[in-house]
């Protein structure tokens, strides 16, 4: 039995008088999948809060390939293997693309202020290194032609694919993808959605994924858990999941949602 | 006993007078989250207009003062802090440096070496008061403070700008529900803080300062680590961080020889070493809150 | 098949600033060229004041640890006097440790600094410009008190250097330096986390970067040059006073780095250094020109600094509502399409990733 590369059990997350997150567990098998769906305010975003140390948990514990992760700070977490992209856009907006793909180098280099300062050849090599894999994960992601440009240049779509460039740089264990296709039209999803799937076969990469986009979810994800209100109400294989009567009722209709690029985020 | 109950009472002289110059930043503060440096030069210029029209009529002039005040920070609203709407907060606050660079500029040839005086009711005139001989004007600083910041608190609460205004600086997206913009709201702010700004220029110029001069223009500064105390959004935090502040550089003050191990002159800067122990301590202040994250 | 010396930027800018600087002594007369020290001197400060905003940490609190530096060197280089105490060290000696005294002292306040926002920290650090007046104002075996302390020239090597030609070379020299290193750290993967704090210190965080760490890191290296450069103020006045180090010296660094152009640490903090120390100078030595400013104390009108910091404030509010670049974008922009247009199409020069205009969101 291999040791899943996340595992989060019995999460409790309580702002003030609301209980966001109530016992939640899963676990995400190395190279798998995982998506955590629910309708809006049922905590997915939390959940991705607590596994990069944003936001204290109350109870409860985060590991990572076996090892605990939960109660540090953020760039612990980050420095642990995890690498997550922001539902409302965490690219820096006085970067090119180039750069920001190079912040997400940033934890597997090593040169400091003296290195910097005195240009060291360590320091030049180093940078040479980075410049060439943010070249390679900008072509795999189809944003080659990108590079220098800032991302106030950019159309939605596009930043989005730079969000998701800059976290595989960081080379993560587990790559948390925080509404990967929201607010994209249907063909920018599509693309999006075949890019995380041949990076997941390609990689190996364990990824978790946050979504209101069904069809999106049932086509990519391995296994999927819901959430509504901080509550887990089920855990499975997607298509087993989608006919369970309490996620149904949940959603309160059908679970195949094609318009799901109009919809509001959380 | 004595020595300690005058010391007290003008420590919360002074003290009111920190708390209504500090309040008069929180205000900004508290509404657009930008720290309006050219405060100081709008206390200097509130109590100048005063100085200028107060052999006419002191209640007149203080009008005027106060209209005079009130209307170049709504301008200033208007053409330069509107004009940056969406920029980066910190760039908005240099900007009002430049501003209060233009201003004191403009003040220090008008008025250079010059002390005015406001002529104000209260004058040199000792009072009595639970057996302590006080200067008038320093009692008169304390009550009009007092009342000052009591208006300000009822208004806050009970009156429906008052409460579109707190929940503005609670959270933005609200307040526009409301049908209160922004915009509104932070025109309002400078407005308040305008008006705040020659009521404490006209008392400052009676205690502790002689008349008006120039040191008018930066003693807001001084009132800034009331307001850092306080907590930088707290209106209640401001006043009390002022009256911390006004009563421990007094009490220091009064008694340096027992603190002659601190320096000569240590009451001058009292108050920013306090600022600094608080921060050590506790970096959102007294009544301040800790950021929470929301990603 | 090379035809011709393809000159880029990258080889004849600094060939040309290397020349200008050796050459500049024969060019001025004393007076400007005394000027000119002092621009570059500030222009240290600034760049350190830069280093540090481009993490979004605003200080006002530079004048302090210039005076750290100034003071500290002065206790270090000179000998013991009447009233004084003194180390009598060698200046080059005196000048390494009065700069690390600086950073010290920078490291020290960290643990405050680190954990303040934007304004609050604003403010922290005013408070460090009074108090650190208040102790030169006391400590008066070490600082000489209100008096301040006096210099001899500094001395390095044998050669005493008390002319204004050497003083230029020696400062320009150091400042050569220093502005590479600050290059190079901007340049490099230090420069992109600091500005990636700027950008926001959660999304920096989940990216790896200590975020307290690192915004330590940059005030320790501000200081660090702030203190070389109030070191280098000592020795270039030949004296260290209390009413140097106040709160206009540390608005007019943070005016140099505005004007200038934030986004440029190097450059845009040079060319506010230069444009500050010397337009009061201009003002006054043109006073002619302008009927309402006094040449001199007894003239009617307004004297030169007055005006100067007017102009200051003015320019401030105009650079950065319509241009925040600041001047040395604005100067990029003009000489790139000045290039443009005389080259037709060609090869534009090749700028390295860090000095790419870093305007300020205009959203």
Redesign the interface.
């Given at each position: 039995m291999s040791t899943p590369d996340l595992a989060v059990a019995d999460l409790t997350v309580r702002f003030g008088g609301v209980t966001a997150l109530d016992h939640v567990s899963f676990d995400v098998m190395p190279g798998r999948i995982h998506a955590v769906i629910g309708p809006n305010g049922a905590g997915k975003s939390t959940v991705f809060n607590t596994i990069s140390n944003l936001v204290p948990l109350d109870e409860g514990s985060v590991h990572l390939a076996g090892v605990r992760i939960d109660g540090r700070s953020a760039h612990e977490s980050a420095a642990a293997g995890v690498g997550r992209t922001f539902q409302n856009l965490g690219l820096f907006s006085d970067m090119t693309v180039e750069e920001n793909l190079l912040l997400g180098t940033y934890l597997r280099g090593r040169a400091g202020w003296l290195a910097c300062a005195l240009r060291l050849p360590s320091a030049t090599r180093e940078a040479r290194r980075m410049r060439a894999e943010v070249s390679d994960v900008a072509a795999t992601v189809g944003i080659s032609d990108l590079l220098k440009q800032t991302q106030t240049s950019l159309s939605y779509g596009d930043r989005k694919r730079v969000e998701l460039a800059r976290a595989l740089c960081m080379r993560p264990t587990v790559l948390l993808l925080d509404e990967p296709v929201a607010g994209m039209n249907p063909l920018e999803s599509a693309t999006m959605t075949g890019t995380i799937r041949s990076i997941n076969e390609a990689l190996g990469l364990t990824t978790l994924l946050v979504e209101h986009d069904m069809n999106m979810v049932m086509s990519l994800a391995d296994t999927v858990t819901v959430l509504n209100f901080g509550r887990m109400i089920a855990d499975g294989p997607p298509d087993v999941v989608r006919k369970d009567p309490a996620v149904v009722e949940a959603y309160l209709g059908a679970p195949s949602d094609t318009d799901s690029s109009t919809k509001e985020h959380a | 006993m004595k020595e300690l109950a005058f010391f007290l009472l003008s420590g919360a002289a002074l003290g009111g007078l920190y708390g209504l110059l500090a309040l008069g930043f929180v205000v900004i503060?508290k509404a657009t989250?930008v720290?309006n440096f050219a405060h100081g030069s709008f206390v200097l210029l509130g109590a100048y207009v005063v100085a200028r029209f107060s052999s006419w009529s002191f209640w007149g002039a203080l009008a005027i003062g106060v209209l005079v005040t009130v209307v170049l920070a709504l301008l200033a609203e208007r053409l330069?802090i509107r004009?940056?709407a969406?920029?980066?907060?910190?760039?908005?606050?240099?900007?009002t440096?430049?501003?209060?660079?233009?201003?004191l500029?403009?003040a220090?040839?008008e008025i250079n070496t010059q002390l005015l005086p406001t002529r104000d009711p209260w004058g040199d005139k000792q009072v009595v008061l639970l057996g302590l001989v006080m200067p008038q004007a320093r009692l008169v600083a304390l009550l009009v403070s007092i009342v000052v910041a009591v208006s300000f608190f009822i208004w806050l609460r009970y009156s429906r700008w008052g409460l579109a205004f707190r929940a503005a600086t609670e959270k933005r997206e609200a307040a526009a529900l409301m049908g209160i913009g922004l915009g509104t709201l932070s025109a309002l702010a400078w407005a308040i803080a305008g008006a705040l700004a020659t009521v404490s220029g006209v008392l400052l110029a009676t205690y502790p300062y002689p008349g008006v001069n120039l040191d008018l223009g930066?003693i807001a500064?001084a009132a800034?680590?009331a307001?850092?105390i306080g907590g930088?959004e707290s209106a209640p935090g401001a006043i009390i961080g002022g009256l911390i502040v006004g009563i421990g550089q007094i009490l220091v003050q009064g008694y340096q020889e027992y603190l002659t191990w601190l320096?000569?002159?240590?009451h001058?800067?009292f108050?920013?070493?306090l600022?600094?122990l608080v921060?050590?301590v506790r970096?959102q202040?007294l009544f301040g809150q800790k950021?929470?994250?929301r990603? | 098949m090379r035809d011709q010396l393809r000159l880029s930027s990258s080889t004849v800018v600094p060939a040309a600033v290397v020349l200008i600087l050796v050459l500049l002594p024969f060019v001025l007369d004393d007076g400007w060229l005394t000027v000119s020290t002092l621009a570059l001197v500030l222009g240290i400060a600034a760049i350190g004041l830069s280093l540090l905003y481009s993490t979004g940490q605003l200080s006002l609190g530079h004048a302090f640890f210039m005076a750290i530096g100034g003071y500290s060197y002065g206790f270090l280089a000179a000998p013991s006097g009447e009233d004084v105490l003194g180390l009598g060290l060698p200046a080059p000696v005196a000048l390494v440790i009065a700069v690390a005294t600086a950073g010290f002292c920078g490291l020290l306040f960290s643990p405050i600094g680190s954990r303040l926002g934007g304004l609050p920290l604003a403010v922290a650090t005013l408070g460090l410009v009074f108090l650190g007046h208040h102790i030169a104002l006391n400590a008066g075996p070490v600082t000489g008190g209100a008096r301040g302390r006096l210099l001899e020239p500094i001395g390095l090597g044998g050669l005493v250097l008390d002319d204004s030609r050497s003083l230029w070379w020696l400062v320009a020299a150091v400042t050569a330096v220093v502005a590479l290193l600050a290059h190079r750290l901007m340049s490099g993967r230090v420069g992109l986390s600091l500005r990636a704090l700027h950008g926001g210190e959660l999304f920096a965080g989940t990216m790896g970067i200590d975020v307290r760490r690192r915004k330590a890191g940059a005030f320790v290296v501000s200081s660090m040059y702030a203190g070389l450069s109030g070191a280098l103020f000592s020795v270039v006045s030949g004296a260290v006073v209390p009413e140097t180090f106040d709160l206009t010296l540390s608005l007019n660094i943070l005016i140099m780095i505005v004007l200038g152009g934030t986004g440029l640490v190097v450059v845009g903090s040079l060319v506010g250094a230069v444009l500050i120390t010397v337009l009061p100078e201009l003002l006054r030595e043109y006073a002619g020109l302008f009927p309402f400013i006094a040449p001199d104390a007894l003239s009617e009108g307004i004297s030169p600094s007055s005006a100067a910091q007017f102009v200051y404030g003015v320019a401030v509010i105009a650079i950065l509502i319509a241009e925040p670049g600041g001047l040395a974008v604005l100067a990029q922009r003009a000489g790139r399409s000045v290039r443009r247009r005389l080259r037709g199409d060609e090869h534009d020069t090749v700028v390295p990733i860090a000095d790419h205009p870093l305007e300020r969101n205009h959203t």
């Open positions: - | 503060y989250h720290l330069l004009t940056m969406g920029r980066a907060v910190l760039s908005v606050t240099i900007m440096v430049g501003l209060d660079i233009v201003l500029t403009a220090r040839t930066t500064l800034l680590p307001a850092v930088l320096g000569a002159g240590f001058e800067v108050t920013f070493g600022m600094l921060l050590l970096p202040g950021e929470i994250v990603a | -």
